[in-house]
């Protein structure tokens, strides 16, 4: 099992950078896949950037696509998501997951290791 932990969120303005963490713990070494997800109130939690850790390949949404960047030790302990030019629409609970096997079509159903998530919130 592994344990997720997130911090960073917090409030910014539009056009605003911010970081986010999530400090894994267990049996971190199997994680294949480690996720960010956001979900915003009254609205399904959907994937922001999938990393498949053994070559490190990354799916990203569109709507963050070029703005975001995700980091990611090689201890897979520390996985990190950088966040440029914030929107409004950013607003969210962002959220890391991480599974020992999967598919690039894997969605938050797929996961079964969550963090707590952390507070994003943008500001126009």
């Known amino acids: 099992q592994v344990q997720l932990v997130e911090s960073g969120g917090g409030s910014v303005q539009a056009g605003g950078s911010l970081g986010l963490s999530c400090a894994a713990s267990g049996n971190t070494n199997n994680m294949k896949y480690i996720g960010w997800f956001r979900q915003a109130p009254g609205k399904e939690r959907e994937r922001v950037a999938i990393?498949?850790?053994?070559?490190?390949?990354?799916y990203w949404a569109d709507s963050v696509k070029g703005r975001f960047a995700m980091s990611l030790n090689n201890a897979k302990d520390a996985i990190g998501l950088h966040m440029n030019s914030l929107k409004p629409e950013d607003t969210a609970t962002y959220y890391c997951?991480?599974?020992?096997?999967?598919?690039?079509?894997?969605?938050?159903?797929?996961?079964?290791?969550w963090g707590q998530g952390t507070q994003v919130t943008v500001s126009s």
């Open positions: 990393i498949y850790t053994s070559s490190g390949s990354t």
């Open positions: 997951a991480a599974a020992y096997e999967g598919s690039w079509r894997m969605t938050a159903s797929d996961f079964p290791y």
